[in-house]
C-alpha cells in the first residue's frame, strides 16, 4: 500500500466531527462519539477525525500557583478519571462502532499513562482501524505554555505514520504543526492524509486594545490557518483540520473555574475559550475543500481525490524532484523517554519491532523469519 496513493484508491471520503464533548465526562463522550461515527459512516466517510482532546474536555480555566487548594484538587482528579486508556474498554467501546461502519477513526483525547504507577496525563491522538483495533497514538511531543501544567510530553514512540487500505495516515496536535524538524519527518514518511485538530480557533490579536488571544472568526488572524494551508502544499497531502466547538452552557455551573473560561471576542462571549469551531478540510493545492466552519454543531465531509495528490507532486514533489536529501536530512532518536533503558545505543524492542515489520513487508518475508536473523546476527 506503501507505493499506492490513497492506499490505491481513486478516493476517501473523511469526515471531520466539530460537535461539544461531554464536559468532564468520559462514559458520555464515548456514547456521543460513537452515536457520531455511526453517523459519519453511514454517510460513506471512511476516515472520522474528532478535535483536540474531545475526550472529556480540553482546559480552557485558568490555574496556578494561586489556585484555590481545594478546587486543584477536584478537577486534577476528575481529569484522570475521565480520560481515555488506550487498550481498555474505552477503545473498545470506539473500535466496536468504527468496526460496524468500516471507519478509520482519529480520536483527540487526554489520555491517561497505562504505565504502572503512573497518572500522568497526555494530549493524544488515538487511531482505531477499521476493523476496531488500536493502530496507535501519538502523545503531544510538547505541551504548549500552560499546558504544561496538565499534561507530559510525547517522545520517540510517537512519531507514527499508519500505512492503511486509505492511505497513509499522520496527525500532529496544535503548534506542533508549526515546529518544522517534526513536520518535515512526518512529510518525509509519505502521508497521504494529515490530522491537525485544534481547541477552537483564536485571533493572536496585534491590533492595540485586543486580547492577545480570543476567540474569533478572522482567519487572517489565525496562525492555524497558514499552517494547515502550507501543510498541505509542502506536503502534497490532504489535510483534515478538527476545531473544538463549547459552549458556556455546556459547563456544569458546579464546576469550580467555570467563571474564568470565557474569553471571547465581542459577541462570543457564548463560547468556553476560543471553541468557537473552526474545523476545515485543504486540498494539496492548499485551497480549502471546506472552509473553516464556525459556531455550528456539524459534521463537516469532503471526498478527496488521490489524482490532486498526483498532480501537485508532478510539479513539487517534496520526496523526489525537489528535495535535497543530501545537503540536509534527518535522524530520529534511537531511545524512547522511558526511566529504564537498555545499555547505550541498544535497539529498544518497539523500534527494533518496527524495523523488523518494515523490512519483512519491503522485501515480502515472513516476519518471524526476518526476526530469527535478527536474534542469531545478535
Known amino acids: 500500500m506503501g507505493a499506492q496513493v490513497l492506499g490505491g484508491r481513486e478516493s476517501v471520503k473523511v469526515a471531520v466531527v466539530q460537535t461539544p464533548s461531554a464536559f468532564m465526562d468520559k462514559k458520555r463522550c464515548l456514547e456521543i462519539a460513537c452515536d457520531k461515527i455511526i453517523e459519519a459512516g453511514k454517510e460513506g466517510a471512511e476516515l472520522i477525525v474528532f478535535p483536540e482532546t474531545w475526550i472529556p474536555t480540553y482546559p480552557y480555566w485558568t490555574m496556578g500557583w494561586d489556585t484555590i487548594a481545594n478546587g486543584f484538587?477536584?478537577?486534577?482528579?476528575?481529569?484522570?478519571?475521565?480520560?481515555?486508556?488506550?487498550?481498555?474498554?474505552?477503545?473498545?467501546?470506539?473500535?466496536?462502532?468504527?468496526?460496524?461502519?468500516?471507519?478509520?477513526v482519529v480520536?483527540?483525547?487526554?489520555?491517561?499513562?497505562?504505565?504502572?504507577?503512573?497518572?500522568?496525563?497526555?494530549?493524544?491522538?488515538?487511531?482505531?482501524?477499521?476493523?476496531?483495533?488500536?493502530?496507535?497514538?501519538?502523545?503531544?511531543?510538547?505541551?504548549?505554555?500552560?499546558?504544561?501544567?496538565?499534561?507530559?510530553?510525547?517522545?520517540?514512540?510517537?512519531?507514527?505514520?499508519?500505512?492503511?487500505?486509505?492511505?497513509?495516515?499522520?496527525?500532529?496536535?496544535?503548534?506542533?504543526?508549526?515546529?518544522?524538524?517534526?513536520?518535515?519527518?512526518?512529510?518525509?514518511q509519505g502521508v497521504d492524509i494529515h490530522v491537525a485538530v485544534w481547541p477552537g480557533m483564536w485571533n493572536c490579536g496585534g491590533v492595540e486594545g485586543e486580547s492577545f488571544i480570543y476567540a474569533g472568526h478572522d482567519i487572517n488572524k489565525c496562525d492555524l490557518i497558514p499552517?494547515?494551508?502550507?501543510?498541505?502544499?509542502?506536503?502534497?497531502?490532504?489535510?483534515?483540520?478538527?476545531?473544538?466547538?463549547?459552549?458556556?452552557?455546556?459547563?456544569?455551573?458546579?464546576?469550580?473555574?467555570?467563571?474564568?473560561m470565557t474569553y471571547g471576542g465581542p459577541g462570543q462571549e457564548q463560547f468556553v475559550g476560543w471553541a468557537c469551531g473552526g474545523s476545515h478540510i485543504v486540498a494539496p493545492t492548499s485551497e480549502y475543500m471546506v472552509p473553516p466552519t464556525f459556531d455550528i454543531d456539524?459534521?463537516?465531509?469532503?471526498?478527496?481525490?488521490?489524482?490532486?495528490?498526483?498532480?501537485?507532486?508532478?510539479?513539487?514533489?517534496?520526496?523526489?524532484?525537489?528535495?535535497?536529501?543530501?545537503?540536509?536530512n534527518l535522524t530520529t532518536p534511537p531511545q524512547p523517554y522511558e526511566p529504564e533503558t537498555n545499555a547505550p545505543g541498544a535497539i529498544q524492542p518497539d523500534v527494533r519491532d518496527r524495523v523488523i515489520e518494515s523490512v519483512a513487508k519491503e522485501f515480502k518475508l515472513e516476519p518471524e523469519k526476518v526476526a530469527e536473523v535478527v536474534r542469531n546476527a545478535a
Not at 496507535?136 to 520517540?156: A, Q, T, V
Not at 494551508?229 to 452552557?249: H, P
Open 298 to 328: 456539524t459534521i463537516i465531509y469532503a471526498e478527496l481525490q488521490a489524482k490532486y495528490i498526483k498532480v501537485v507532486k508532478s510539479v513539487f514533489d517534496s520526496l523526489g524532484h525537489y528535495a535535497r536529501w543530501d545537503l540536509v
Open 227 to 260: 499552517a494547515t494551508r502550507e501543510r498541505a502544499f509542502t506536503g502534497q497531502c490532504y489535510v483534515v483540520s478538527a476545531n473544538n466547538l463549547l459552549r458556556m452552557e455546556d459547563i456544569p455551573e458546579k464546576f469550580p473555574f467555570k467563571d474564568s
Open 107 to 188: 480520536m483527540g483525547c487526554n489520555e491517561l499513562d497505562d504505565r504502572i504507577g503512573s497518572r500522568t496525563l497526555f494530549n493524544s491522538l488515538v487511531y482505531i482501524d477499521k476493523y476496531g483495533g488500536v493502530l496507535g497514538r501519538h502523545r503531544k511531543l510538547i505541551p504548549s505554555f500552560i499546558e504544561r501544567i496538565w499534561w507530559g510530553m510525547g517522545d520517540s514512540r510517537d512519531l507514527q505514520v499508519f500505512d492503511t487500505e486509505i492511505g497513509r495516515l499522520g496527525g500532529q496536535i496544535c503548534w506542533e504543526n508549526h515546529i518544522v524538524n517534526i513536520t518535515a519527518w512526518y512529510i518525509a
Open 73 to 104: 484538587h477536584d478537577v486534577m482528579a476528575d481529569l484522570q478519571d475521565n480520560s481515555l486508556v488506550v487498550g481498555s474498554e474505552d477503545t473498545d467501546i470506539l473500535g466496536k462502532a468504527a468496526r460496524e461502519v468500516g471507519a478509520y
